[in-house]
């Protein structure tokens, strides 16, 4: 399907309002008639911030599945508990949907944020006009799904926060969780630097 | 048949310049090409949007001040609210997670309620009106960070793994987080980004 992209007619959308105004293409900064917010026919930089982001996600992931994300200190000694270690135990302690749930927030979502960020930049980096309608698609589960991978910081908070009896066991947070919150924000950030607008430049 | 306006508009996800249906003639409007969602039927629901919002502004009130769980091991009894734990990981020198957690679960939905609570007040109170392209800005610029639904999830994982070894007792502020996911889904669901300009400017005139 074809047709006339907003920035080839030199029309813009206003987000806050969804007027529709007009543009040249010199302007670098534009403001909207009706409600003055900023207009830009892609957003600025796209790409490098998002693949900045991207990178530094890639990066934090390593510490974030390495380092423990909390430890147990028990009368009986001490645990670490790194991501995947949380979710084996969940899973053989006989809660395998609250296991399978964990490993979908904790290990699925933030590899399928990383690996169809990766898709995207690289395919609109290469000039690729592949299957711009699914990539668009992947764009919208990504920004959809971003936020779940959060869960795991929200149990070390929880834990840390009620687990602190003295005599018999308190929990602290560990770097791997400071990690962790790194990939999910970092991964956010990636996508929301992103224009999807861009995936469908090529194609005209 | 009565023939329908309709007017210009573009994807914000594939930048395609397409018409459609103007004055609510649709229920719902998807691009034709990508299939992003570009519209839907707004019906002046002014009224339900603003006890929505206090109903929502009492549970943010409840979810912050009561306790989320207590839990009880031995006789020993431990409760903590949403700012206790936060409070627990600062004092642990996780400064930067107690951040992430303050951010997302209890400033975000705190400055998404009250810019709200602003831009439909505005027209009752002109006062408000001056800063209501700030609290538009707010809103868009805070709402991705707004986790209490993801929150919840955790709460009640971590509730699994806690009630094998001690007794639970779900606080108040449990159920005003469940409360919140649903008055501010329902808020996100009636009223569009633009529904929300047109009132503001409504409010300046």
């Known amino acids: 399907m074809t047709g006339a992209s907003g920035k080839s007619l030199g029309l813009v959308i206003c987000n806050r309002c969804r007027l529709v105004s007009k543009m040249s293409g010199k302007e670098v900064e534009v403001l909207c008639p009706n409600c003055s917010a900023n207009l830009s026919a892609r957003k600025p930089h796209s790409v490098t911030n998002s693949l900045s982001f991207l990178i530094a996600a890639a990066i934090c992931y390593i510490p974030a599945n390495i380092f423990p994300v909390m430890t147990t200190s028990t009368m009986m000694g001490s645990e670490d508990d790194t991501i995947i270690s949380g979710v084996i135990l969940l899973v053989n302690s006989g809660s395998w949907p609250l296991g399978a749930l964990v490993f979908f927030a904790s290990i ?90 861009l995936i469908w430049d090529y194609l005209e | 048949m009565m023939e329908h306006a309709s007017t210009l508009t573009i994807c914000s996800q594939c930048d395609l310049v397409q018409a459609i249906q103007s004055n609510n003639a649709v229920d719902v409007a998807h691009c034709s090409r990508c299939g992003c969602h570009l519209a839907h039927r707004v019906d002046d629901k002014f009224e339900f949007a603003l006890s929505l919002l206090i109903a929502s502004a009492i549970l943010l009130v409840t979810m912050n001040v009561f306790p989320l769980v207590e839990m009880r091991v031995n006789g020993n009894t431990r409760a903590t609210t949403l700012i206790g734990a936060v409070q627990s990981l600062y004092s642990q020198g996780m400064v930067s997670l107690a951040i992430l957690v303050l951010i997302t679960t209890i400033l975000s939905p705190a400055i998404e309620i009250g810019c709200l609570l602003m831009i439909v007040l ?70 569009p980004m633009h529904q929300l300009w047109n009132w503001s400017v409504r409010g300046i005139k």
């Open chain 1, 108 to 197: 699925v979502v933030p590899l399928l944020k990383l690996g169809a960020l990766t898709i995207l930049l690289a395919s609109v980096m290469c000039r690729s006009t592949w299957a711009p309608r699914q990539r668009t698609q992947l764009y919208r589960l990504v920004e959809f799904i971003g936020r779940w991978s959060m869960l795991d910081i929200y149990v070390v908070t929880l834990l840390a926060g009620l687990v602190q009896i003295q005599s018999l066991a308190s929990i602290k947070p560990g770097t791997g969780a400071v990690a962790f919150g790194a990939v999910v924000v970092f991964t956010m950030f990636s996508a929301l630097c992103f224009d999807p607008r």
């Open chain 2, 122 to 191: 505005s027209p009752k109170l002109q006062k408000l009106a001056p800063s209501i392209h700030h609290a538009v800005e707010l809103i868009q610029k805070f709402h991705p960070w707004s986790m209490v639904e993801v929150f919840m999830l955790g709460v009640l994982v971590t509730l699994v793994k806690l009630a094998a070894f001690s007794d639970i007792i779900l606080g108040p502020a449990l159920w005003a987080c469940a409360g919140i996911i649903l008055t501010l889904a329902t808020l996100k669901a009636t009223i």
